[in-house]
């Protein structure tokens, strides 16, 4: 068993902070867009750095963060960022497998499946094979934004090869799947300070 510190931003609205901190943590379904790896609780983990990006370039609109304790067993998460094994298990098992059924459906059924990517080759799995193929509480994944600010060359030979530089602070994000609510644990009022403060004193 692992614990890993993480960060969820939410926005917040006209309800009292009491109302809202009682509600978190957010669950984010599939419903017209696609969440990136199905139904779940999607955080920030280690650091608060892009739970305050996300609120103050994404959403746009006043916000709070809450920090919480995620306790699960390491071999339970599906490790898109550092596994390599698990990375290769999603391109040579798991995608092949549904765009096998991709295909099946497209030619043949009436009710064709969506096409192959991350969240929708997750989400079914998950839905039909979970027990099977995809017996996971959890999963990390990242995006292949490039942090400028932070990038450097390994050495300085780097600056003639491809490729051969840090890249920076990584967006990695965590959820935690629907079914797997028992993991988030520790909840704690983060940001802003009056969220913060009005929890304490109703605690």
């Given at each position: ?71 699960i ?61 995809f ?17 450097i ?9 491809k ?30 300070n009056e ?9």
């Amino acid at each position: 068993m692992i614990q890993i510190t993480c960060y969820q931003t939410c926005k917040t609205d006209s309800r009292d902070w009491r109302v809202l901190y009682d509600e978190f943590p957010h669950h984010a379904k599939n419903s017209n867009e696609y969440q990136w790896l199905s139904d779940g609780y999607y955080f920030w983990p280690d650091s608060d750095h892009f739970a305050k990006w996300w609120g103050t370039d994404r959403l746009r609109q006043p916000y709070c963060i809450t920090c919480y304790l995620i306790h699960i067993e390491y071999e339970k998460i599906f490790d898109m960022v550092g596994n390599v094994s698990h990375i290769k298990y999603f391109f040579e098992k798991l995608l092949k497998s549904y765009e096998a059924l991709y295909e099946h459906s497209r030619k043949f059924s009436s009710k064709k499946l969506p096409k192959p990517t991350i969240a929708t080759v997750i989400d079914h799995m998950r839905n039909f094979y979970k027990e099977e193929t995809f017996n996971f509480k959890a999963m990390k994944v990242l995006d292949a934004w490039i942090d400028e600010e932070f990038c450097i060359d390994f050495t300085p030979n780097s600056a003639s090869k491809k490729n051969e530089y840090f890249p920076g602070l990584a967006r990695i994000q965590l959820c935690v799947f629907s079914d797997e609510k028992q993991c988030i644990q520790g909840k704690i009022p983060h940001y802003p300070n009056e969220y913060c403060d009005v929890i304490a004193k109703a605690s």
